[in-house]
């Protein structure tokens, strides 16, 4: 299993490396080309742009990689979130799998009690 980019959801970069695996022969993913992608991503995501959006896209339209396009959108955080984010870099790749199981874990638990009505 390839590394994976925290700017995006493991369930994204897993179903990307998927395309990527079916594309077969013509698009293998190797090392290389993965390390390629994630610094696309991580750069675009410093430079402001959605990068979970950025590799929806690929996704949904079959492309062995990803862009900053006319219609990815930017996003905004503060100066709390880029450190957040910065540290979470330097995260290795069990603390990342780790703290991406909390957060879904967290965001079920919003969910469920949206549902619930409280």
């Not at 299993?1 to 022969?25: H, N």
């Not at 696309?40 to 690929?58: K, T, V």
């Not at 100066?79 to 910065?86: D, F, G």
Request: proline letters at 3%.
């Amino acid at each position: 299993m390839f590394d994976y980019p925290t700017c995006v959801t493991l369930e994204s970069w897993e179903a990307f490396i998927e395309l990527r695996r079916r594309k077969g022969q013509r698009a293998p993913l190797t090392e290389y080309a993965a390390k390629m992608v994630i610094r696309r991503l991580l750069d675009a995501d410093l430079q402001g742009y959605d990068a979970q959006h950025m590799i929806d896209e690929a996704i949904e339209k079959g492309w062995t990689t990803v862009y900053i396009g006319a219609q990815t959108p930017k996003i905004s955080r503060s100066a709390q979130q880029t450190e957040a984010y910065l540290a979470s870099l330097r995260q290795t790749p069990e603390q990342r799998a780790a703290s991406e199981a909390a957060r879904q874990k967290a965001m079920s638990a919003i969910k469920a009690n949206r549902t619930r009505g409280t």
